[in-house]
């Protein structure tokens, strides 16, 4: 379980994360939602132990974020961070040194679903490909928690539907998902819970089905009542 | 820290090409210039000079391998490749070690080169030139009239080139501690890397000039013995300056930088 308790971090005085709190349990698919700027990537980064939150504590499974969790969560980040050297194998080598839950099948897998390359150089492929390899890479990893920060950035439909298939083919009950975007009508699909954030600060949240029914409209019409 | 290793190795390998091509290139004109020089004042100039451009090729060698290594930590702490490293389940000690193992191996091994280009060169010198063969013996009457060991003289350069390391990782953690310290509370500066340097800058001031006033234990050095004694405060100052440094990048990494 993920227990986020009165989390702030602020960069030059100004609140990326607000005082958020957030408790994720096993099993749940969890959707950060907001238009940029709104906190969703300084929250995965502090939840990945990259970033350290001003206020608050971050605890998975009891223990406070850092090193020893880093085995357990897998973050893709929105940006591409692979070396200037790298080719797919390169990556699919470096995750498999590091993190004992990778396997290199699974990612070898994923990737020819997907028509991409192992061989082609990282910095080579369009943001289309790198994307989808992202996701092969952070799904290959047997991970108890997976967080994808904007997983359907600058992809088309059809690669969408792939991204959101493969992570419905990873969930299971002994794992929980987090994910970001502003795209909300393709992850209505798979979450079961929902966080609306504003610049830093959380709107609503709940489980996806009780807002629904609350508020008598789908995720997106909230989203768009809510930022329009 | 195998694994971090390996990987300092494999992005650092373009660069550490680079310097070693440039060492093959200029040992090679050397050679060129030597084994091609008739015996004449104008080509054993052309030969000293070759030699001296491999001199001071050595000089600049050890000032890239600092700067390779300061702007390769600077990427990781700027640059979204951060990720690729500190996402890894591995402390920042293991890090900064690996990175600082690194460079310390990468110098080594280009150390041992340039010994071994030295030392080969100037053979190949006396095989072409057998006046420098004399000029050895020479000095080395001369040494023998004045009741000078050559082996003292070794060791000296040892402590001094033990000194120099020391004195050389000192300075490299303190970089590595400027470019983290200016991660932390200047992390959107438009100016971050000249500010970062300004910190270094003025970090190596202050400690060169507390280095300045540290006390020597012997006044007079004649003996071996006796220098490593001289030089054990300024070497014991270093490694504190090292430890300090490399403690507190540490610390910023663990609790104030955000990537």
């Known amino acids: ?228 | 820290m195998g694994k971090l290793l390996k990987y300092e190795i494999r992005k650092n390998r373009a660069s550490a090409l680079v310097i070693l091509v440039g060492l093959a290139l200029l040992e090679v004109f050397f050679l060129v210039s030597l084994f091609t020089a008739k015996e004449s004042n104008s080509a054993i100039l052309g030969v000293f000079m070759s030699a001296l451009l491999l001199v001071f090729y050595s000089m600049v060698c050890f000032f890239m391998v600092f700067i390779l290594s300061v702007r390769n930590y600077s990427g990781e702490i700027n640059t979204k490749t951060g990720f690729m490293l500190f996402m890894t389940p591995r402390t920042p000690l293991a890090i900064i070690g690996a990175k600082l193992l690194y460079t310390l191996i990468f110098g080594g091994v280009l150390a041992l080169l340039l010994i071994g280009c030295a030392v080969g060169d100037w053979t190949a010198m006396a095989a072409k030139f057998g006046s420098i063969e004399s000029t050895l013996d020479m000095v080395k009457d001369v040494f023998e009239m004045f009741r000078i060991d050559p082996a003292r003289y070794l060791i000296q350069i040892v402590g001094y080139v033990l000194n120099f390391l020391i004195s050389f990782f000192s300075v490299v953690m303190l970089a590595y501690f400027a470019v983290t310290l200016s991660a932390t509370f200047l992390q959107s500066a438009k100016y971050r890397g000249i500010i970062s340097f300004l910190i270094f800058l003025g970090l190596l001031i202050v400690i060169r000039l507390i280095e300045g006033v540290i006390p020597g234990i012997t006044p007079r050095v004649n003996e071996v013995g006796e220098l490593l004694v001289a030089l054990l405060p300024s070497a014991a100052f270093n490694l504190a300056v090292m430890a300090a440094c490399v403690f507190g990048t540490v610390w910023l990494l663990e609790y104030k930088v955000s990537l």
């Open chain 1, 1 to 228: 379980m993920l227990i986020c308790d009165n989390v702030t971090k602020r960069y030059g005085g100004k609140p990326a994360v607000n005082h958020l709190s957030l408790t994720i349990e096993p099993g749940h698919t969890v959707a950060l939602l907001g238009p940029n700027g709104s906190g969703k990537s300084t929250l995965m980064k502090m939840i990945t132990g990259l970033t350290r939150p001003d206020e608050g504590t971050i605890t998975f499974e009891g223990i406070p974020v850092g090193k020893e969790t880093k085995r357990r969560i897998a973050y893709m980040p929105t940006e591409a961070f692979f070396y200037g050297y790298m080719t797919a194998e390169d990556a699919g080598r470096y995750y498999e040194d590091f993190f004992d839950d990778f396997s290199v099948n699974a990612y070898k897998t994923m990737m020819g679903e997907m028509n991409l390359d192992m061989n082609q150089r990282l910095s080579k492929m369009s943001s289309g490909m790198v994307a989808k390899q992202k996701i092969a890479l952070t799904l290959a990893r047997d991970a108890d928690f997976v967080m994808l920060d904007e997983p359907l950035n600058g992809i088309d439909i059809i690669a969408r539907d792939q991204i959101i298939d493969h992570i419905r083919r990873h969930m299971a009950d002994t794992k929980s998902f987090l994910l970001s975007s502003h795209l909300v009508d393709e992850l209505e699909r798979v979450i079961d819970y929902a966080v609306f954030m504003k610049e830093g600060d959380v709107l609503l949240q709940g489980n996806a089905m009780q807002l629904r029914q609350e508020r008598g409209m789908n995720l997106t019409d909230m989203y768009r009542y809510i930022y329009g």
